[in-house]
């Protein structure tokens, strides 16, 4: 039976949708036309009378809101992952917890979530920030088994933000994205998120040094070119801290960015460099490493004793002239590696501690694809140490 114009738009916004797959603009008027037992071209008019023109799936500049595409298409809700063991503060415990030796700052290198990118090496991703959480969950299983029965009162954790932490939008050909407002609310609420998980561990101070990815940026001849998606989710933050601050002056979450891609950090009389690592041309030939660190030591930084930058979704470690480097994974899984570089990057943020005679070490690679999912919850296999 042939359903009537108001009768297909009433079902529409009911999200009377049971049954309908999701897939190119294309196969979406099709199945909704045959759905409703109707041409497709009313299907079209009455998607564009509700503000939910089809041709958005697919349009560079009119990108689909991921929420509303999990709304209307009736995808279902995830299931909320569940901690086996909470986490704590070291204060709320009555026991003595043994400390980790030595008095070595831990650091977690972050990067490369690329929020909001609706194209994976998967496929189609409707809902790409959940997917982006749970991959947050994973890491969060990984470091709830290293730190949840450890006292760190002593020691302060760094957290080097990489870059890329948005996908932005118009920085190549046939991009698909949610909107850029929803990639920043949802990016500063993850983050933030995270920043409140590890404070509930007791590190004494918690430094947060945020640099600008190529993501982020815009590419227009018209705009300055500090103006970058991922300086301002590093603002806001500090803005949300700045304001705890006043009311919990002992707050001990730090708050530093720049609006270049790098930035020079010291930690425990280290030299660190970080930088998002687009510097670096060629891939990660050992060589082009090398070549790339020693012309940017030249330029800017000739003492650094360590490298840190992403990029590159895929995690690599190394020394060249006396000077450490460190490649951090990502949190996308991107279709250009599988497509283009017919490589798959890690699924992967690193952490380590610096050493007594180097700046990095006691390596651990958290790896989302080494935490088990079994029934909405995770449950970390033993984190790799290099």
């Known amino acids: 039976m042939k359903a009537e114009p108001h009768e297909i738009e009433r079902r529409l916004k009911d999200n009377d949708l049971q049954g309908i797959k999701f897939g190119s603009t294309e196969e979406l008027i099709n199945d909704l036309a045959e759905h409703f037992n109707c041409t497709g071209r009313l299907i079209y008019t009455r998607l564009r009378s509700m503000g939910l023109d089809a041709r958005k799936i697919r349009s560079k500049p009119y990108s689909l809101d991921a929420e509303k595409v999990h709304e209307v298409y009736n995808l279902g809700d995830f299931t909320p992952i569940q901690y086996e063991i909470p986490y704590r503060s070291v204060d709320s415990l009555d026991a003595k917890l043994p ?111 945020g640099v600008a990815g190529n993501h982020g940026r815009q590419p227009s001849p018209f705009v300055d070119e500090g103006t970058n998606w991922d300086t301002q989710v590093s603002y806001t933050l500090k803005q949300i801290y700045d304001t705890h601050k006043k009311h919990i002056p002992d707050l001990n979450v730090h708050i530093n960015y720049t609006i270049d891609r790098f930035q020079k950090v010291e930690i425990d009389g280290y030299n660190f460099m970080i930088h998002h690592g687009d510097f670096l041309k060629g891939g990660l030939k050992i060589e082009k490493i090398e070549e790339a660190i020693n012309m940017w030591k030249l330029d800017h930084f000739d003492d650094a004793d360590a490298w840190v930058i992403g990029h590159w979704h895929s995690t690599r470690f190394g020394k060249t002239f006396n000077t450490q480097y460190l490649v951090n994974g990502s949190l996308y899984s991107s279709p250009y590696e599988a497509l283009k570089l017919r490589k798959k990057g890690n699924l992967a943020f690193v952490l380590f501690r610096t050493g007594e005679r180097q700046a990095i070490s006691d390596i651990h690679i958290l790896d989302v694809e080494h935490c088990k999912m079994e029934k909405g919850h995770f449950t970390p296999t033993k984190y790799q140490k290099v």
């Open 99 to 209: 400390a980790f030796e030595g008095g070595n700052s831990f650091v977690l290198c972050i990067g490369d979530f690329q929020a909001g990118a609706l194209r994976t090496a998967e496929g189609y991703n409707p809902t790409p920030i959940k997917q982006l959480e749970l991959y947050i969950e994973g890491i969060k299983a990984q470091l709830l088994e290293k730190f949840v029965y450890k006292d760190v009162s002593g020691l302060d954790l760094f957290v080097l933000s990489l870059g890329d932490i948005v996908d932005g939008e118009h920085i190549y050909i046939g991009q698909d994205v949610i909107p850029v407002w929803q990639q920043l609310q949802e990016t500063v609420r993850i983050i933030y998120d995270l920043l409140q998980f590890l404070e509930a561990f007791g590190f004494r101070n918690i430094f947060y040094h």
